[in-house]
């Protein structure tokens, strides 16, 4: 069966500060893969989705960048971390363009 | 195009009352819709999802919706509500075909359940 691994599951980080968070999957093949924010209040955001190794689609301009390395690892990324770069990040799979996606843990991170 | 309006932010329920979280969708071809669950600090769990076959789909934990084509409506009901169903829940709407390669989220209705 598939499995979404998604770290770390909290992290608190000072402004100006790099991040780097990791997203793999297994049991499965070329997935669709993507980063979302959630907010209080304001649903998901789409930040990034990527349909194959080394292509990633950003959906919003914004302080982060995404990286597909391998078929299965997903990495979302920042040089320097703003005060409004806190949230919960989620990572996300599916199998074909407009299908179900599942879903990882989380992460909660905030910026201080 | 596509969006998912979700009408109330907050719903409140009894227990063992009926459970109504209301979703309408705009897209601009044939959509695929789906309901998720997330429990705090958690990921979303899929419900169920609606792909052009049957209008009334049954998802886990005694969900179901009704895709309504004419009233672009997708809402979620469970007859009678659990203490365990307390969480958010989030609507979304994809392109079918292939056309639209994400899903599109609601806001999310949170769901409270009095005992």
């Known amino acids: 069966s598939q499995t979404i691994h998604q770290w770390p599951a909290t992290l608190v980080q000072p402004v100006g500060s790099p991040l780097s968070l990791e997203c793999t999957v297994e049991?499965?093949?070329?997935?669709?893969l993507y980063w979302y924010r959630q907010a209080a209040g304001r649903g998901l955001q789409l930040l990034f989705y990527?349909?194959?190794?080394?292509?990633i689609s950003s959906e919003v301009p914004q302080n982060l960048s995404a990286s597909r390395p391998q078929d299965r690892q997903f990495i979302l990324s920042s040089k320097k971390l703003l005060l409004s770069d806190s949230g919960f990040y989620l990572c996300?799979?599916?199998?074909?363009?407009?299908?179900?996606?599942?879903f990882g843990q989380g992460t909660r991170l905030t910026v201080v | 195009a596509q969006s998912v309006t979700q009408l109330g932010s907050h719903v409140s329920v009894s227990e063992g009352a009926l459970v109504l979280l209301r979703c309408n969708y705009s897209?601009?071809?044939?959509?695929?819709l789906f309901w998720y669950v997330q429990y705090p600090n958690q990921g979303l769990q899929l419900l169920l999802k609606?792909?052009?076959?049957?209008?009334l789909v049954k998802g886990i934990n005694g969900f179901e919706a009704e895709f309504k084509k004419s009233e672009t409506s997708f809402h979620l009901t469970k007859p009678s509500a659990h203490m365990s169903d307390a969480a958010e829940y989030f609507c979304?709407?994809?392109?079918?075909?292939?056309?639209?390669?994400?899903?599109?989220f609601g806001k999310g209705t949170l769901l409270t359940v009095n005992p």
């Open positions: 990527s349909v194959g190794i080394g292509q």
């Open positions: 979304a709407v994809s392109g079918s075909g292939g056309s639209n390669y994400k899903l599109t």
């Open positions: 609606y792909t052009s076959a049957a209008t």
């Open positions: 996300a799979w599916s199998v074909l363009t407009g299908t179900e996606a599942f």
């Open positions: 897209s601009s071809v044939p959509p695929y």
């Open positions: 049991g499965t093949s070329n997935p669709n």
